[in-house]
């Protein structure tokens, strides 16, 4: 197993300067490190209210990037190695693809576009590197700061939503790529608990052949439940508006056959 980054390269330190990344900011990250050793850029964008512009030259200051196996498209503290750590199996990546059901696709839009973007530092990968792009318009909300407009339950809740999979909650896009520890569903924990193995592969990291594929199926199948549930209810709320429709409308002819019947 090749050893991993310490520190960062000089290139990514001066970014930095060049781009005039203050220190308040930069600290708020670093503490995020310290509680978590493996980020996903958008979870730290939506949890400090922190740019993706920002955060894409602060990021190779603090840690380095896997390109591809279990711990993809995330950033990992420098030292730190979750190939020889068993409790980092938490923060392996699900590459999650929705499977929209016709009725659903308003509800998700496509998540990306790949723009002529070059991480600062480009970091371990067990194959041939192929780096990630996501560029700041994938984080709603992503260029304001909570200082500058008060955010509404419903703002923040989309602004979870990006890193965080949850019940009765739609993936904001068709392509996700969730932490194991953020899928918020007792079942797909419950499948992670049971999955574990004692050896780190370089495919299915600390979890047996097969478990990622288990977990897409379960999160679809907890999309496609909700969605219907939410037609039946739309459903049961047309034929309630169309029994009151049908009600008035029998009283307004009973009122008017009652007028004729007094002339």
Not at 8 to 17: T, W
Not at 69 to 90: C, E, L, M, S
Not at 168 to 176: F, N
């Amino acid at each position: 197993v090749e050893k991993v980054p310490d520190s960062p390269r000089e290139i990514a330190l001066n970014q930095m300067k060049i781009k005039f990344i203050d220190k308040e900011r930069f600290n708020i990250v670093e503490k995020k490190f310290a509680e978590r050793p493996v980020w996903t850029k958008n979870a730290l964008s939506a949890l400090t209210r922190i740019s993706s512009d920002r955060l894409k030259f602060m990021l190779p200051a603090l840690a380095y990037y896997f390109t591809t196996g279990p711990w993809r498209n995330q950033w990992v503290k420098f030292g730190y190695d979750p190939r020889q750590d068993q409790t980092a199996a938490i923060h392996q990546t699900l590459d999650y693809r929705v499977r929209i059901q016709g009725g659903a696709r308003h509800k998700v839009t496509a998540k990306r576009s790949y723009a002529n973007y070059l991480l600062p530092y480009k970091a371990v990968n067990w194959s041939k590197p192929r780096t990630s792009v996501i560029d700041k318009s994938s984080f709603p909300g992503a260029d304001f700061s909570s200082e500058e407009q008060v955010e509404t339950e419903e703002e923040r809740e989309k602004m979870v939503d990006i890193y965080m999979f949850r019940k009765g909650r739609i993936p904001p896009y068709r392509q996700m790529f969730y932490q194991y520890c953020d899928i918020q569903i007792e079942a797909a924990q419950q499948l992670l608990e049971k999955s574990r193995v004692e050896t780190c592969s370089e495919r299915s990291g600390w979890f047996i052949t097969g478990t990622e594929e288990k977990l897409r199926n379960l999160l679809t199948q907890v999309i496609n439940d909700h969605i219907f549930e939410q037609r039946k209810k739309e459903t049961e709320t047309e034929t309630d508006a169309d029994a009151d429709e049908r009600n008035e409308m029998t009283e307004e002819t009973a009122g008017t056959e009652s007028e004729s019947d007094m002339d």
